[in-house]
């Protein structure tokens, strides 16, 4: 009769606590076909490896959401840089303060330049513009032309002067406006032009508009408590972790 050799090799696991004055061991057994014995003792190569993969399989999922909103990021300076060769845009981007105060736009701002005129000393060029702003910006109008509208793109003009933040009184046909006046070197091949004015409009902030959290505050990944406490015969209502006003 012949008889089956059965292979089995023995670990040692030693297994430490940190008040125990001595170290104590314990058995396990690697059988032939690969099982452990007592079962979940030690970790065996397939969990590591599956560990393994988990914590790659994460960190690409962090690598693509990374990407991913370097990409949107992108997209949005070209879809704005497309709007912006437009001869009449707006722009908005707002930024959350406060958890108590939300950033509202000035969307009805309006630009034009109500006055130009020109002027030539030696063989310099010169554009004087009036700059009427609806909301004041917050840094001094730059300047920029095409010859065609159909051109590529916008040419940024060299401003010798700016009266900003300060304003001239511009007559016109609708009375009397309060605008920004800026002087120009004009290219000397320059006979015709579509001047562009832009300037920066600052953000109002809109105090008592509250910006709702749903689900509530996660610290460190544990939700806070929703509950009532009675603190000094006074009855705190917690919301998510969160003291609030009843």
Given at each position: ?246
């Amino acid at each position: 009769m012949q008889k089956q050799l059965v292979f089995a090799a023995s670990i040692i696991l030693c297994v430490l606590t940190a008040t125990a004055a001595t170290n104590r061991a314990a058995l396990v057994t690697v059988k032939a076909d690969g099982t452990i014995s007592p079962t979940g003792a030690v970790a065996s190569i397939t969990q590591l490896a599956t560990s393994a993969a988990q914590a790659l399989a994460a960190e690409a999922v962090a690598q693509a959401v990374a990407d991913a909103s370097t990409t949107m990021s992108n997209q949005i300076a070209t879809v704005e840089a497309e709007i912006a060769s437009q001869q009449q845009h707006a722009i908005f981007r707002g930024f959350v303060t406060s958890f108590s105060s939300a950033v509202v736009p000035v969307t009805n701002c309006t630009v034009q330049i109500i006055q130009f005129s020109t002027s030539r000393v030696g063989t310099n060029n010169y554009g004087n513009l009036a700059t009427w702003f609806s909301t004041a910006p917050t840094n001094a109008p730059t300047i920029s032309y095409k010859a065609m509208l159909s051109a590529t793109n916008w040419q940024t003009l060299t401003v010798l002067s700016n009266s900003w933040p300060n304003t001239i009184g511009v007559s016109t046909t609708g009375g009397v406006y309060q605008a920004y006046a800026t002087q120009l070197a004009l290219p000397t091949s320059m006979s015709n032009a579509f001047f562009r004015v832009n300037g920066l409009v600052q953000y109002i902030t809109a105090d008592g508009n509250v910006l709702p959290i749903q689900g509530g505050v996660s610290v460190n990944g544990c939700m806070g408590l929703t509950t009532n406490i009675v603190i000094g015969g006074v009855t705190n209502y917690f919301v998510g972790g969160v003291l609030v006003t009843p």
